[in-house]
């Protein structure tokens, strides 16, 4: 029997041939403070951390200027709700951005005129509510019933740019304007 089939030999080469196929293991890091590490010692840091960060930068009221869809996760959940004069000052706002849609309703871009008719209800539900204060109480009957209007109008012509029926949706985005405009005229 020769050296190479020698029983001794061919265990060494397989043992030199699997290790030779796995890859090196490395030691797995962990990021730890401590030993005693628990998930309580972590949230109490993190809530640290958000806790000086916000008292840093401060939470700034709602500006009539920042009202946008990127702001609005931040003003629907973080904020506080606004102010009479804001309200007032964000219907306002809203009727401008409902006159800037036109073009969108022109060239057919149905899935932003959606969202952006969404956005501006959601928002105008608790404006109208609080900019009803501003007015005296003789005004507040026929303001209520121009709100309802508005509320009623935008419903309508959400319906139909959802569907989308061309004529019936211009016809409610006029509704729609005329409905706020009013409400403006009688705000200011």
């Known amino acids: 029997m020769s050296s190479f089939t020698s029983p001794a030999s061919l265990s060494c080469a397989q043992l030199t041939t699997a290790q030779h196929g796995r890859s090196p293991s490395l030691p797995a890091t962990r990021a730890s403070l401590s030993g005693e590490e628990t998930p309580i010692l972590r949230r109490r840091i993190v809530s640290t951390l958000l806790t000086t960060s916000l008292a840093l930068h401060g939470t700034p009221l709602a500006l009539a200027e920042n009202w946008g869809t990127r702001s609005f996760l931040k003003e629907r959940f973080f904020e506080p709700g606004l102010s ?12 401008e951005g409902l006159h800037s849609i036109r073009h969108m ?34 005004r507040r009957r026929s303001y209520a019933n121009k709100a309802n209007e508005l509320v009623d109008n935008m419903a309508e012509f959400d319906y139909y740019v959802r569907t989308p029926k061309v ?22």
């Open 84 to 95: 009479p004069e804001d309200a007032v000052a964000r219907i306002r706002q809203t009727a």
């Open 105 to 138: 309703l022109e060239t057919m871009s149905w899935r932003y005129v959606i969202f952006y008719i969404r956005l501006k209800s959601a928002y105008l539900s608790q404006d109208l509510k609080n900019a009803m204060t501003t007015l005296p109480e003789s």
């Open 167 to 188: 004529y019936e949706s211009y016809l409610y985005y006029e509704k729609t304007l005329k409905s706020i405009d009013d409400l403006v005229a009688m705000l200011a």
